[in-house]
């Protein structure tokens, strides 16, 4: 679990290699199909479909205006930072797992390239101090993990909330039990593990009264590298992607 955990954290700060994928996503329960591109300067992405259909001249010229001001520096420069911010996050969260839980194995089994997968049952262990404040969700968290034995991965963690927990005393917040998330990576490139699957669900409170609704639901494929591109050149890549009719059949 350990050297798992370690090779995601080395993984992740150096990380280079610049990619393109799919992914569908839900915007009010309608799956969208977009093409993302690495950049320098972040990733860029374009709707290609919707509820499984090419965008409307209408829909097209949405999609143009929020481009648009998607490459403005301004916002560029404002994603960077936020991505910045996540990745430190997901360094921080990575980082307090073999900490956060105690372990129980299941079972292991042979994935289809011959990698040896272990299943490894996990719990809240009693007495841990979150280090941060985005590790304070372990402390009422429990499910399973998928350890990658072979390249030494995490495969997949699927985490759902058994109690209630509180942020700050529960006067910045809280999250309601049953809240859940789920990510799945794998190999996508040779030597490049990236996230295939990605599901957030929870409920709570913020600041005693504003509420707190997170439901996100994303799966990622057909990951390609491609070279350093200016932001005028990864417009036009994507302007050039063709729509991928198969999309709508991905689970």
Avoid: C
């Amino acid at each position: 679990m350990r050297a798992a955990i370690q090779n995601e954290i080395k993984d992740d700060s150096a990380h280079s290699r610049l990619f393109t994928w799919k992914e569908r996503k839900f915007r009010e329960r309608i799956p969208l199909i977009q093409r993302i591109v690495d950049t320098p300067n972040g990733e860029l992405s374009r709707v290609m479909l919707i509820d499984g259909k090419t965008l409307t001249p209408e829909q097209q010229k949405e999609e143009d205006e929020r481009i648009r001001r998607m490459i403005e520096p301004a916002q560029l420069r404002r994603k960077q930072k936020e991505q910045k911010e996540d990745d430190e996050r997901t360094r921080k969260m990575l980082a307090a797992i073999p900490d956060a839980f105690d372990f129980q194995y299941i079972d292991s089994t042979q994935a289809a390239n011959g990698h040896k997968l272990t299943r490894i049952g996990f719990i809240a262990r009693p007495g841990f101090n979150p280090p941060s404040r985005e590790s304070m969700v372990f402390s009422g968290m429990h499910g399973e993990m998928l350890i990658d034995e072979t390249a030494q991965r995490l495969a997949k963690i699927d985490g759902t909330l058994f109690k209630e927990v509180t942020f700050g005393w529960g006067i910045l917040g809280k999250l309601y039990k049953g809240g859940r998330f789920v990510v799945e990576q794998a190999e996508v490139a040779p030597s490049h593990w990236d996230t295939t699957r990605l599901i957030l669900h929870f409920d709570g409170k913020a600041l005693f009264f504003k509420s707190i609704h997170i439901d996100d639901n994303q799966t990622s494929w057909d990951y390609q590298p491609v070279p350093p591109m200016s932001v005028d050149q990864a417009m036009q890549f994507l302007a050039s992607s063709e729509p991928d009719r198969n999309a709508v059949l991905v689970p």
